[in-house]
């Protein structure tokens, strides 16, 4: 459903279900990822990984690999060029302050997390490689780890880095009002703990890829990737410059997040580089799940304070995040948290306080909602619980307090977008409601409805200084050629590029070709990550269009005699505005453009808002461009019994601004909820280090027979900051579900889990224990 009246009227593509550019070739499974691609005389990777979370190496003897015919290389640390590097994610701006994801490529003194890589080797088969993996032997001291971020952070605790004499990651600190007295003066005062776990990304296709050294001397890597821009820190970690690195990326089955870290291009670099063959690396499921970053588990100590009439006067919260062996991306994360942490809701006294550590558990980095994800089941808790002592409804009390236009977050800034919280929340709740009272019982279940509300930013940090540029060349036969070094993580990233130029230049959408993710040959575009292409590159592909558009119109209106603004370009043709019967052919204007020798192409860039880096332990000031906010509904059933929940109903509302591609937009509002709904189930089990779910057959993600019917509904206010008024949608989508279905456990059965994840067995605890 899209809510928007006759706003969506003046477009002919945007605000369509176009089908995108890729659509049929993913549809009929012709798309080439990762693992379709091979090479004449090509080799395989493998990389040994550490068995323990927490040693030191004493030695690495690999003589009796390198002794196995077949086998052409095998690395360790000393054989890196560099092997510890700042990751800096794209970002145009060194911001320093300890935001550098520092890691090592291979293991080296400390092992750091179990499945941490020790050596790399490359051979003939996979075969060959993996008995190569077996036959080096690494002389291991095991040392005790530490496993809990609060007990790493205890004077004395086991140290994770051997360069460091603290596991203290960063510490931030927000404060507005003044939050003891607005204790004091308050009615309620409700106090919890809540945790929340570690998730996998579980994307449909593992890491891997493929690279090789061409006649230049450059080594080019075709990797699923969310930054491109990582051909940077792999030309650091090779010691080359950074045009002797190329990434020639193609799309990926899924990210989420977990392909925002390198994963296997330095592998591929140093073991192509070493062998002068190309060379394959792909992850198993097990290698994947082991060894690549999840989400930060958080543990977040709440104090709120309301009026009896449910006014929200003070919030204070206590934040503390385990980052896992290495730094990577959590100060960023961290900061997410801590802006996130009062929700989104008018609180006049905050305090917030925030610390994450290094411990050795999997390192920990970008999920999908960075950061927000952990805050607003927190958050959406504490209403709810507020909501029901003080006898308010669940919508009631959000509609009380919930941002609204002209209101300021906890930094003081006040969000330029349109806030639509109040809105959305009441059209959630009807949908639930429409279908009349909730039966007592369903199959001797009991039924309950939830509500959550939340918001998430679209685009980076400001203080990163983010950009991104898009390349329009008009072909002689009137098609456009677009050039984006955009990576295409499955959200149809490029397809709406195209959608906005054949907007603007009234061409129909299969007239617009693109070609991106070439860090040689298309402009770059930026990280696919933090929501931000559709804001940052779509705002880019209209700056450029713009331009090349004034100059069509400008010939247009000599061509028919008459000024430029009387043009209008709409079905292939420049014609009147007043007068569509009197135009000339696109192709013809676009004939006398060349025959003048005025050039047909443009590359345009866009600038998101810039601020400096605040001080992290009194922030203050514009953090993030935009937000954009949600709100979803659940209904359930419990087996009282067992433990055992089923959700029958997902109501997913939220202000999407501008809903550029309709189908796209719908399909990120039903993925985000899926997704998030596994946030509630999923149980990655690690215990001292050791991952223990580390196949799809432990670690169950929810599918599509655990999976209602999604109702989505999209309000566009045209209050976003992207193309025509669009808001970014692909990580808010997923970030008030996981609070709604713990919201209607508790409306169902009278109890409310506070950790994640809610099993059968800790849901059947607490409804035996509930008294």
């Known amino acids: 459903m899209i809510l928007g009246g006759d706003r969506m009227s003046c477009f002919e593509t945007v605000g369509t279900p176009a089908p995108r550019h890729d659509a049929w070739a993913k549809a009929e499974g012709e798309q080439l990822y990762s693992d379709d691609f091979a090479l004449p005389g090509m080799l395989y990777g493998k990389a040994l990984r550490s068995k323990y979370p927490a040693a030191v190496i004493r030695s690495v003897d690999t003589g009796k690999a390198k002794a196995v015919p077949g086998v052409h290389a095998v690395l360790t640390a000393q054989d890196v060029p560099r092997n510890i590097d700042v990751t800096k994610f794209g970002q145009m701006k060194d911001v320093g302050g300890g935001f550098e994801g520092l890691y090592k490529v291979l293991a080296d003194g400390k092992v750091r997390f179990k499945g941490e890589a020790v050596a790399l080797v490359a051979a003939e088969t996979e075969e060959l490689a993996e008995e190569a993996c077996r036959l080096i032997e690494v002389d291991y001291e095991v040392q005790p780890g530490v496993f809990d971020p609060e007990e790493a952070l205890k004077p004395g605790a086991y140290l994770v880095s051997s360069e460091d004499n603290s596991n203290q990651i960063m510490k931030c600190h ?133 009026t009896k009439a449910g006014i ?81 409804s669940p919508l009631e009390i959000r509609r009380k307090n919930c941002l609204k236009n002209g209101d300021e977050l906890c930094t003081g800034f006040i969000p330029q977008g349109h806030i639509a919280l109040e809105e959305i929340a009441q059209k959630a709740w009807k949908v639930l409601e429409d279908a009349g009272p909730k039966p007592d019982d369903m199959d001797g279940r009991k039924i309950g409805r939830g509500l959550a509300i939340g918001m998430m930013s679209y685009g980076r940090l400001c203080f990163l200084h983010d950009s991104s540029r898009v390349g329009l060349r008009i072909e002689l036969d009137g098609s456009v050629t677009l050039r984006a070094g955009v990576p295409d993580l499955g959200g149809g990233q490029a397809s709406v590029l195209c959608q906005i130029v054949a907007e603007e230049l009234g061409l129909p959408m299969d007239k617009i070709h693109p070609y991106i993710m070439d860090t040689h040959l298309t402009p770059l575009c930026g990280t696919t990550t933090a929501t931000r292409q559709l804001y940052m590159s779509g705002n880019a592909a209209l700056v450029t269009v713009h331009v090349l558009k004034e100059r069509i119109l400008k010939k247009a209106g000599e061509l028919l005699k008459v000024q430029p603004e009387e043009v209008q370009l709409i079905h292939e043709r420049a014609c009147l505005i007043n007068d569509p019967s009197r135009g000339l052919p696109f192709g013809g204007v676009v004939a006398a453009l060349s025959n003048e020798g005025i050039s047909l192409f443009h590359e345009g860039q866009f600038n998101a808002p810039f601020s400096e880096v605040p001080n992290l332990m009194d922030i203050k000031g514009r953090i993030l461009p935009d937000m954009t906010y949600t709100a979803h509904g659940a209904e359930v059933a419990v087996d009282e019994e067992t433990g055992r929940f089923e959700v029958l109903r997902i109501v997913a509302c939220a202000d999407v601004g501008k809903a550029i591609n309709r189908h796209s937009c719908e399909g990120q509002m039903e993925g985000g909820a899926i997704y998030n709904m596994g946030y509630v189930t999923e149980n990655m089990i690690q215990e001292k280090g050791y991952t223990r779910s580390h196949s799809l057959s432990e670690y169950l993600i929810p599918t599509a027979a655990d999976t209602p019917e999604i109702e989505t509904i999209m309000v566009e206010s045209g209050g976003g900051l992207g193309p025509y008024g669009a808001k970014g949608i692909g990580e808010p989508a997923d970030n008030s579900i996981a609070p709604a279905i713990v919201n209607a456990i508790y409306d169902a059965v009278g109890v409310r889990v506070k950790s994640l994840p809610v099993t059968p067995e800790i849901l059947l605890f607490a409804i035996k224990n509930k008294a």
Request: overall charge negative; aromatic content about 10%; some cysteine.
């Open 174 to 306: 927000i404060e507005k009002g003044d939050v003891d007295q607005a204790f004091a003066e308050a009615d309620l005062i409700i106090e919890n703990e809540y945790r929340t776990s570690a998730v996998d990304h579980t994307y449909l296709e593992t890491e891997g890829g493929v690279a090789w050294i061409d006649e230049n001397g450059v080594i080019t890597m075709r990797v699923g990737t969310q930054v491109l821009e990582h051909y940077r820190t792999v030309a650091k970690i090779m010691g080359f410059p950074h045009n002797k690195v190329r990434n020639m990326s193609i799309p990926m089955g899924g990210g989420f997040g977990g392909k925002e870290d390198i994963t296997v291009e330095a592998f591929l670099a140093l073991l192509t580089w070493k062998t002068k063959r190309p060379v394959k690396m792909v992850w198993s499921r097990e290698e994947s799940i082991e060894s690549h970053s999840k989400r930060h588990p958080e543990i977040l100590r709440y104090k709120s304070g309301f």
């Open 312 to 392: 929200l006067l003070a919030q204070q919260v206590d934040i503390v995040l385990d980052g896992g062996g290495y730094t990577y991306l959590t100060p960023w994360v961290q900061m997410y948290s801590n802006i996130n942490a009062p929700g989104c809701y008018r609180v006049p006294h905050i305090k917030i306080d925030s610390v994450s550590a290094l411990t050795n558990n999997t390192f920990t980095s970008a999920n999908r909602g960075f950061g927000a994800n952990q805050v607003n089941f927190a958050t959406e808790l504490q209403m709810d619980e507020a909501a029901a002592r003080l006898g308010i």
